[in-house]
């Protein structure tokens, strides 16, 4: 079929089943004139019709349920980024999202953090623990010293005395990490796993509980920073939020310093967080 093909759906599938092999799912290899498993196969691993299959590849019909999707890509072993492409041609959306939470992050990704010695940068969860820090951020933000139950960045912001002091309007900054982190952890499906956080902020933060209850929500995006750091004084950065490719749980955020003078002040704090640490 012509790469040009207006049956982009057809084409996928026939292509994703054209390169499974038969015989690892239990079926004969005899009498097959093309690679890969028969459209029967296929439908016979999805529990649906072969004629219906049929016509899907074919471009006939309406378009299949989610239901149907899922199954489909069960059967043809799709990944998570195959599934997904299966839903936009099929569907023109990506499938539900379905919170699963990593295990740390990659050497790769700690090494990005390293590469930006005067530029605070960590990443954090979904649910707002930050997982990975550069030297800076440790210098800028103290993650260094913190054990992994003062990582959440909600329990610093409500919780953490210091946290707040640091804040020149520290509402402004509540309101708009309870926004954010509302929006984030329902985009990433993982609306349950905040409720025991949520919960627990809510007992301890009457200020937490009414923000939560304004149901506003806010992309993290891009913006400007400011923090009265207790040694090097206001320290003005703009920041810049990236998710993590193939990790929908994380996200990075980079702190770069605002003018020259914000620059110095990082750089002194990280060439004093140094000469302790020797």
């Not at 299966?86 to 990704?109: D, N, T």
């Not at 440790?138 to 959440?152: H, I, M, R």
Request: with cysteine; charged share 25%.
């Amino acid at each position: 079929m012509p790469a040009t093909s207006t049956n982009q759906l057809g084409t996928y599938l026939k292509d994703r089943r054209g390169k499974l092999d038969p015989a690892a799912f239990g079926f004969s290899l005899t009498r097959r004139r093309t690679p890969g498993l028969r459209r029967e196969e296929v439908a016979q691993r999805a529990n649906v019709s072969p004629t219906w299959y049929t016509w899907l590849e074919q471009g006939r019909g309406g378009a299949p349920s989610a239901e149907v999707l899922d199954r489909i890509a069960g059967a043809l072993m799709l990944t998570g980024v195959e599934r997904e492409h299966l839903f936009l041609l099929a569907l023109g959306r990506p499938p539900e999202v379905h919170y699963q939470a990593g295990e740390g992050i990659s050497p790769r990704l700690q090494g990005v953090l390293d590469a930006l010695p005067f530029s605070p940068a960590f990443v954090k969860t979904c649910t707002w623990d930050v997982v990975a820090w550069n030297h800076a951020a440790s210098a800028v933000f103290d993650y260094g010293s913190l054990v992994p139950g003062q990582l959440n960045i909600l329990r610093r912001i409500f919780l953490n005395p210091e946290t707040r002091a640091a804040q020149l309007d520290w509402e402004s900054v509540a309101r708009f990490v309870v926004a954010a982190f509302r929006a984030d952890a329902v985009r990433a499906g993982a609306a349950k796993n905040i409720e025991a956080l949520v919960d627990e902020l809510c007992r301890q933060s009457p200020e937490f509980e009414a923000m939560w209850r304004d149901n506003d929500v806010r992309a993290h995006g891009e913006g400007l920073k400011s923090l009265k750091h207790p040694l090097a004084g206001l320290i003005a950065m703009e920041y810049s939020s990236f998710a993590v490719d193939g990790r929908p749980d994380l996200s990075m955020v980079v702190y770069n310093p605002a003018t020259p003078a914000d620059y110095e002040r990082v750089r002194a704090l990280v060439a004093s967080l140094s000469q302790t640490a020797r």
